[in-house]
């Protein structure tokens, strides 16, 4: 497998789910001291984010309401703070 299927997998598992960064993160520390010392997969979610965007995969978060049934994207952000 390589890094960046082994990578989108693990970011595609953390979205599906609802994983914190801070969690997905102690995920990766973990598996990556089970894999053995040359392995070259990322101990942190920030080393993660590093990886997809020299490939041009970057995100944008888009904040939803309470019941996911709005999105709020630019300006309308701020509203859902009030």
Known sequence: ???LLAVLR???????YGW????FSS???V?????LEENTLPKSY??????L???GMEYQKIHA???DCILYRHEFQEIIRM
């Open 10 to 16: 693990l970011v595609n598992v953390k979205a599906r």
């Open 65 to 67: 309401c309470s019941n």
């Open 31 to 35: 598996v990556h001291d089970m894999l």
């Open 1 to 3: 497998m390589t890094l």
């Open 27 to 29: 995920l990766l520390q």
């Open 53 to 55: 965007c020299l490939m």
């Open 20 to 23: 914190s960064d801070k969690s």
């Open 46 to 51: 920030y080393q993660v984010k590093k990886i």
